[in-house]
């Protein structure tokens, strides 16, 4: 397994961007998918987006098209996920992911990944 810890999350106005990163320990990071979801008291834990373990292919969720960016650096063994024209219904505790079983499959199920960082909050204010 993976060992995560999330930073970067904030206080951020509407409109604003904000920077998450994730770090991974451990040997399998460079060869499973990683990815982040979100979660609010209301609301059960959303897929958020997802990135291959070579970085050529991604998944977002429709609401995030368009403003949210995910990128990996394995030789850094982190994943960041880049948020832009934040809005506040992007408020939530953000969660990275790793699924070690594949490489390539970009799966939006949480059953599906097997090591979770603690989560970092992002909050936005109107």
């Known amino acids: 397994q993976v060992q995560l810890v999330e930073s970067g999350g904030g206080l951020v106005q509407a409109g604003g961007s904000l920077r998450l990163s994730c770090t991974a320990s451990?040997?399998?990071?460079?060869?499973?998918?990683m990815a982040w979801f979100r979660q609010t008291p209301a609301k059960e834990r959303e897929f958020v987006a997802a990135?291959?373990?070579?970085?050529?292919?991604?998944d977002y969720v429709d609401f995030v098209k368009g403003r949210f960016t995910v990128s990996r650096d394995n030789a850094k063994n982190t994943v960041s996920l880049q948020l832009n024209s934040l809005k506040p219904e992007d408020t939530a505790v953000y969660y990275c992911?790793?699924?070690?079983?594949?490489?390539?499959?970009?799966?939006?199920?949480?059953?599906?990944?097997?090591?979770w960082g603690q989560g970092t909050q992002v909050t936005v204010s109107s």
């Open positions: 451990g040997r399998t990071f460079s060869s499973a998918v």
């Open positions: 990135i291959t373990s070579n970085g050529a292919d991604t």
């Open positions: 992911a790793a699924n070690s079983r594949t490489s390539v499959v970009l799966y939006r199920r949480l059953n599906q990944y097997d090591s």
